[in-house]
């Protein structure tokens, strides 16, 4: 386990563009949490796109992480709600190695949870240190105050997605401070973070802002039937909105909620009311803005239309899954509202594959019987795993690997640790997330790993790493991974597992998730 001690044989002070900061130094790394990217999005700020921070002149202190962003509490992602529009802080992990000589490569982390959640809990030492690397994390607006739109908004739906840059733009002016390499930066996220890093990707206004990708766990891939999140998940056929589409969906929530009648209100009036709310008043309403909007600045092309044509940066990606995404939402046993689920029956097994997947029903129950699996809770799960996640993921990594070199993962250790509770009848598997806790721990606190599971977390964390380096994952002491070739019968997958359970192999992934069968249902 990497040491946590404190140390003074290294400076805590470091001077950014902005004003100097100073952090905490351990015995093999300093840390700077809380560092001001740009001004608090308040008031008339509110809305609009992120600007510079107020300078400071004497050293602020970097010893405690920032504010939360607002948001709702939420059983699902285990997170307590709350937060401040006051948010737009980030956090720096740096080896004592990078404050002398060589630059080290920058690896900037986006978060997932859609609506919910921060940078700072994600603890990036073990990564930092092992992988000889400087990691970032960062907040950014989320739901309604990041993703909003209302007709005369000007940047409608991609302040979050702004955010984002800015941060990736003060990593260009001072990550050198940290012993980065500003020229060779990562981004790189997971679920909600891995969609934003795909948009980001295919965003003209984000160009030259980093070399490298890795999309983990992309939910906006997938076409989402009812029920496919949580129970009484609306269906999603696109997590994409247009502009148009959000911003009819502010008209009808400021409407909903009685903030204001649009009929009677003119939008700058309108939009000078909404930025005088108090923040608590618009978190009720905040997942319905989840979902990223294209048609702006930031976005102006449907990614997944962009991803097709090309129309995005050409350069080396690492993307993939875990095996066992879905048991993640059966698992932890929340519905869409928020409310606690009973285990799944076989009555209710055979009611949400109606539910989800009308006339097609019959074809699926014959192709996930009950009777291959220990519960129906299980039996779900892997329909929405293999026709949705899986699935969904396939095609994007076919359309990126006709386009630019790719690295295919699949996280397939199903003893992996895990925080959240889960049902009795959905033990957790390779859950959605459960690869965090091999690249990175949680509010301090590292994952309880076996033996086994540590040296695949340390083989992770390399190839991570490696990659982030020079865009190649492999080197002489690691399984060889090769690229993803969709001109294959089989195109290569890295499965990423323990020794005891297979170890580090190429995989069918297609076969695995019985794709064969999803594609042609779905396309049908």
């Known amino acids: 386990m990497v040491a946590r001690k404190q140390s003074k044989d290294f400076s805590a002070l470091v001077q950014t563009d902005a004003g100097p900061i100073l952090g905490t130094v351990y015995e093999e790394y300093r840390l700077f949490q809380g560092i ?20 400071w002149s ?29 948010c737009l802080f980030l956090n720096v992990t740096t080896p004592h190695a990078a404050s002398v000589g060589q630059l080290k490569p920058v690896m900037v982390w986006l978060h997932g949870g859609g609506p919910v959640g921060a940078g700072s809990p994600f603890d990036a030492h073990r990564l930092a240190l092992i992988g000889d690397v400087v990691v970032v994390t960062l907040n950014y607006r989320l739901g309604i105050f990041g993703f909003f739109g209302y007709p005369g908004l000007q940047g409608a739906g991609g302040f979050g997605l702004e955010d984002q840059q800015a941060a990736l733009r ?13 020229q060779n930066v990562t981004l790189f996220g997971q679920s909600y973070g891995g969609l934003c890093t795909t948009m980001q990707l295919s965003s003209p206004t984000a160009v030259g802002l980093f070399q490298r990708a890795i999309i983990q766990s992309d ?26 589409e959000v911003e ?45 909007v294209f048609g702006n600045a930031v976005q102006p092309e449907n990614p997944a239309q962009a991803l097709r044509s090309g129309h995005f940066q050409q350069m080396t990606v690492m993307a993939g899954g875990t095996r066992d995404e879905a048991r993640y939402f059966v698992g932890v046993g929340y ?9 799944i029956t076989a009555e209710r097994y055979a009611a949400l594959l109606t539910e989800s997947f009308g006339e097609a029903a019959p074809e699926i129950r014959e192709r996930y019987p009950l009777s291959d699996y220990e519960s129906p809770g299980l039996a779900w799960a892997s329909v929405i795993s293999d026709g949705v996640w899986a699935l969904g993921n396939w095609q994007q990594n076919r359309a990126l690997a006709e386009q630019v070199p790719l690295y295919v993962y699949e996280f397939a250790d199903r003893q992996a640790p895990h925080i959240a509770s889960f049902l009795p009848d959905v033990p957790p598997g390779a859950y959605h997330a459960a690869e965090l806790n091999y690249l990175l721990d949680f509010f301090d606190q590292p994952a309880q790993l076996a033996p086994e599971q540590q040296r695949l977390s340390e083989q992770m964390i390399r190839y991570w790493t490696n990659f982030a380096r020079t865009g190649n994952p492999n080197s002489s002491d690691l399984p060889a991974w090769p690229f993803f070739d969709p001109g294959k019968a089989v195109p290569y997958v890295q ?26 249902l779905r396309a049908g």
Do not use: M
């Open 36 to 55: 001001p990217y740009a001004a608090p999005p308040v008031g008339e700020l509110r809305w609009k796109s992120p600007q510079p921070p107020e300078p």
């Open 170 to 182: 003060w990593v260009q002016r001072n990550i050198a401070a940290f012993g980065g390499d500003p």
């Open 58 to 86: 004497e050293p602020r202190n970097a010893t405690k992480p920032g504010n939360w962003c607002p948001q709702p509490q939420s059983g699902l992602a285990n997170t307590p709600g709350g937060g401040t529009e006051d």
């Open 495 to 520: 499965a990423l597992t323990t020794a005891k359970a297979g170890g580090i192999r190429g995989i069918d992934l297609a076969a695995e998730h019985q794709l064969d069968f999803w594609s042609d």
């Open 248 to 292: 009819a969906l502010g008209q009808y929530i400021v409407e909903s909620e009685g903030w204001l009648d649009p009929a009677k209100t003119d939008p700058t009036t309108a939009l000078k009311i909404l930025r005088s709310l108090p923040a608590t008043s618009l978190i009720p309403a905040t997942a319905a803005f989840s979902c990223p």
């Open 335 to 343: 519905d869409f509202q928020g409310r606690p689920l009973q285990s």
């Open 219 to 244: 939910p906006a891939a997938a076409n989402f039937p009812r029920n496919a999140f949580t129970e009484g998940a609306p269906a999603l056929p696109s997590l994409w909105r247009s502009r148009a």
